[in-house]
């Protein structure tokens, strides 16, 4: 057993460690566990433990339904919040590995961790700083979530109009026992929406954060009598919820993306990342917005993005260009929204930033205003193009697009496509609520 290991396993004695849960997501982002005693983790480091994975989304069918969790010694933390008498609750997060003791082409850690080992072969490694948005409901006299706001704050609003205060607090608290670094939060633009802003770090760890993130939040909310909610668009007439994702690109320590003899302080390798990401675009909203609802929050006035175009100004764009030089140059990722898998967003952005700096794409100029008022001549005449209006436009945008799509290799593609077809042939067929108060004492 390497040094490391047997760190976790002294360290897990002393703070009296009972039950260790090894967490793991599927292909749509939702996170999974299995819980094991104090006594089954150094087996489970050494060997990893079994689970079925037919039973997982987008894992594997009955017939090869056995899969390992090899446990990553370097995500140990403490669950601060647990109730400590009778022992403490650790957790590890989990790549998932097939009985032959490979990688599984299905995880989507795995997934990002080969897109990681592809930028490292450019010479490249990717930072990432995530700021995931989310609504905070009341929960009803059972205790489930209701449509309810609690506050009717907006952007940067203290209490009392901030009532969730104390439950955003509680979520960083929290997180930074866990040993998450937090840059800021605060209340966001619509009633009830807060922002909590996760620190840079390597591309690996910023998805292990912001998957530890969404799990937190809810747990941190639930004290408070909360549900913390990140449908990207629960209130009609409010702005909906994004995943802005700020990223750079370093070689040999130093961010490659700053050249400060340019006018906007933008090297010519951060120009043509720009261009990858808005050359695979309508591909990555698939990954980035991977629900029906989601495109209820891709609509003009509401500052989420409906047009693949960048900006160092306007914050309705695509891809922004905050105002930062030197080593926290960085672009701002705006499209996706905090349903998408944590994993697979930063692969797919990543991949489409590298094929930008290697096939040289050059981004269309940068719009200095919102692309919101302009008609459809005006859109053609600028050449600028939409992003998908629908969930299924959106996944024919990824299947015609062959670099986004290996990505995610042909196993996860496939099985990512027919759950989100399937959730599409669902909400087709619906008679939904509007339909009847529209048409029914009408025709």
């Known amino acids: 057993m390497d040094l490391l290991k047997r760190d976790i396993l002294q360290k897990a004695r002393e703070l009296n460690v009972r039950f260790i849960r090894l967490q793991f997501t599927d292909v749509l982002g939702t996170m999974k566990n299995v819980a094991i005693t104090i006594e089954q983790l150094e087996r489970a480091l050494e060997e990893g433990v079994l689970f079925d994975g037919s039973s997982i989304e987008g894992f594997t069918r009955i017939h090869e339904s056995d899969m390992y969790l090899r446990p990553d010694p370097n995500t140990f933390t403490i669950f601060p919040w647990r109730p400590k008498a009778g022992g403490a609750v650790a957790r590890l997060i989990c790549d998932v590995y097939t009985p032959k003791g490979e990688p599984f082409a299905g995880c989507p850690r795995y997934i990002l961790k080969k897109t990681i080992a592809e930028a490292q072969q450019a010479g490249y490694e990717m930072f990432a700083g995530p700021e995931p948005e989310f609504f905070l409901f009341e929960l009803d006299e059972n205790g489930k979530p209701s449509d309810v706001i609690q506050d009717q704050g907006s952007y940067f609003d203290l209490s009392p109009l901030d009532q969730g205060e104390d439950a955003r607090r509680e979520i960083v608290l929290i997180l930074e026992e866990m040993g998450l670094k937090v840059e800021s939060s605060h209340h966001e633009v619509a009633p009830g929406q807060h922002e909590v802003d996760l620190h840079f770090s390597d ?11 969404r799990f937190v939040a809810k747990a941190a909310s639930k004290m408070h009598d909360l549900h913390a909610s990140f449908m990207p668009k629960p209130i009609f007439g409010e702005n909906g919820s994004g995943l802005h994702i700020h990223q750079s690109l370093y070689h040999k320590g130093l961010n490659v993306f700053y050249d400060p003899d340019d006018e906007l302080g933008l090297s010519q390798k951060a120009r043509f990342y720009i261009g990858g990401l808005l050359r695979h675009a309508s591909a990555i909203t698939a990954i980035g917005n991977p629900t029906i609802n989601s495109y209820k929050r891709l609509v003009p006035g509401y500052e989420a993005p409906v047009d693949i175009t960048w900006s160092c100004y306007d914050r309705s764009t695509y891809v922004r260009v905050p105002a930062a030089s030197g080593q926290s140059t960085r672009v701002e990722l705006r499209g996706p929204d905090p349903a998408a898998n944590p994993y697979l967003i930063l692969a797919v952005a990543l991949k489409a930033g590298l094929d930008g700096i290697k096939n040289q794409i050059a981004p269309a100029q940068q719009m200095q205003e919102s692309t919101y008022d302009l008609s459809s001549e005006e859109r053609r005449v600028l050449g600028i193009e939409s992003l998908p209006k629908s969930l299924r436009e959106a996944l024919d945008c990824l299947a ?16 990512y496509v027919k759950a989100k077809l399937i959730e599409w042939e669902v909400f087709r067929t619906q008679v939904h609520q509007w339909e009847k108060e529209q048409y029914l004492g009408t025709l």
């Open 203 to 213: 591309c690996l760890s910023a998805a292990d954060n912001l998957a530890t993130f």
């Open 400 to 415: 015609a697009d062959p670099v986004i799509r290996s990505v995610l290799g042909e196993h996860a593609y496939q099985h």
